[in-house]
């Protein structure tokens, strides 16, 4: 029997835990671009913004890219095609970084990879990569949630030893539905109410109903944070990194600007997925890699990419 | 037969048509505390947002008694009780200038007439009065809509010529749903496509279903703002005036924060309601007030209010 240092779904009660588990792993044990300052802020924070990772042109490269691997999928049939609850715009494609040539080198991207090794103290492989898109007018909110709590819930993540990546692709403004992010959130794990049942993922992806954080507890963290919630907002380009169990949501985007961004999950190659920690099946494979993993080798994304040592 | 220089909801195109009528009436026949450039945002942008114009106590006390007249209508069964779409939270109570001792008051406050007269350049009452609450983590959004558009159409509004007043009651930040207007939308009239059925008010209240500009039009709108969208943030206490016919909308509020403001529309003395311009019957009394219709007198809210020439 495993002890679940991190349980959640398996009452009626709410509960905050405290995180006993390290934020940043082996602390300088890998070389790569972030700087003290930088690996300072995500401890504290649970999140790093970074504005110089890539050119104004491998930005326009990116999303060029995103654009295209978008209308390829119109009308296509596939679990990793996910689209909006009502119409059928496409929302979010999943596992690029398997199916298509250049998310897959981007994934790999040596400047990317390197800050993730740092940050997690290990060679890292990708748990699920996505692309999304978030339509002008109609892109609907996302509510609170800790990405933590489902994938080990859900996935049998073992431990809270992962960080997404999200390279943002379209200026972010405060009033086009940026991410929203609760600073030191990463600090407590907020153990929901309720149990899993089968096939949750089949409509989470679309509107998240289950392991919701309860009000009382996401006041506590908004209050431990001084009363702050930060905004994802910045010029396209900028790249967010944020760990695994930091508390994280956006309002929807009634304004005429579309949002998309390139998303990557890093986990540690030692915190690799088992059982999950309910009663309820594994998630596909595109939305929680077990197959085939192996450390990712660090690889510049584009022709003459910037020196990122 | 009247000519109706703002169609809408008359057929199924969308179009986008050049207002005619100025902003502000009749610039310098009336004191108030507006100065020059306050009146040049204003007719430049359908909008101005002052910080001064009450103190703290004062801000307090009208906090104070919104809260309690909202906790008073708990379970009350009334037209004037709004409450949200999924849940029985009070959103909103209308009348208040009438039904209310102390809002009737604040609805002559010498202060925001005297700038109202200032905007619309004659005498002015209130043309709807209500206190809002939008409640942390499940306040809906709002999606963009012009005020004069619905007041013409189902209210028999002749003419652009009413500013509504949000005296706003908590601290607005980006992330827990502030209004947010189109600078220079006011100068376009956007005509809807579709028809109003019987009693749309009654759900409109909830959730807006017509009178609903199209994604060309909004775009075109954000274009001539030069792409920007201005979100009406600042501590409480601010007071934001906006032309009927600015385009606004609010995104939905999933912080802990709520949010919470009365609200006022002054209309001109000249401007009083006729027939609707639609084949739909008058709204009620307490959206759309036609009976016994006088100027307002400016007079003091508070005890010791500050001097406002």
Not at 50 to 73: C, G, P
Request: net charge negative; aromatic share 10%.
């Amino acid at each position: 029997m495993r002890t679940d240092f991190y349980p959640s779904r398996v009452g009626s009660e709410a509960k905050l835990i405290k995180r006993e588990d390290p934020v940043i792993h082996n602390r300088g044990k890998f070389d790569g671009p972030l700087n003290a300052s930088d690996l300072d802020a995500y401890e504290e924070n649970g999140f790093l913004m970074l504005n110089d990772v890539f050119s104004e042109d491998e930005v326009d490269i990116m999303a060029e890219q995103l654009k295209r691997t978008l209308e390829n999928a119109k009308g296509e049939k596939s679990d990793t095609v996910v689209t909006e609850p009502e119409g059928d715009e496409v929302r979010s494609i999943f596992e690029v970084h398997k199916n298509n040539d250049f998310f897959s080198k981007l994934a790999s991207n040596e400047h990317i990879v390197k800050a993730a090794r740092q940050l997690l103290g290990s060679d890292v492989y990708i748990n699920q990569s996505r692309i999304n898109f978030k339509p002008g007018f109609s892109g609907k909110e996302f509510y609170w949630h800790s990405d933590f709590e489902t994938w080990h819930v859900e996935d049998g993540m073992p431990k809270p030893r992962a960080v997404s990546c999200s390279i943002i692709l379209t200026d972010n403004y405060e009033y086009n539905g940026p991410l929203m992010l609760i600073p030191g959130s990463h600090n407590w794990f907020v153990s929901c109410p309720g149990e899993t049942p089968e096939n949750n993922y089949e409509q989470s992806l679309q509107k998240q109903e289950l392991g919701i954080p309860d009000k009382e507890s996401l006041t506590q963290l908004f209050e431990k944070a001084g009363k702050r919630i930060e905004t994802a907002t910045g010029k396209a380009g900028m790249v967010l990194f944020f760990e695994s169990n930091t508390m994280h949501g956006s309002a929807g985007n009634i304004s005429p600007l579309p949002r998309s961004n390139a998303f990557f999950v890093f986990n540690s190659i030692q915190n690799q997925l088992e059982e999950p920690f309910s009663n309820a099946s594994k998630r596909p494979e595109f939305l929680a890699n077990r197959e085939g993993i192996k450390p990712i080798d660090p690889q510049p994304t584009f022709e003459k990419e910037k020196v990122t040592t």
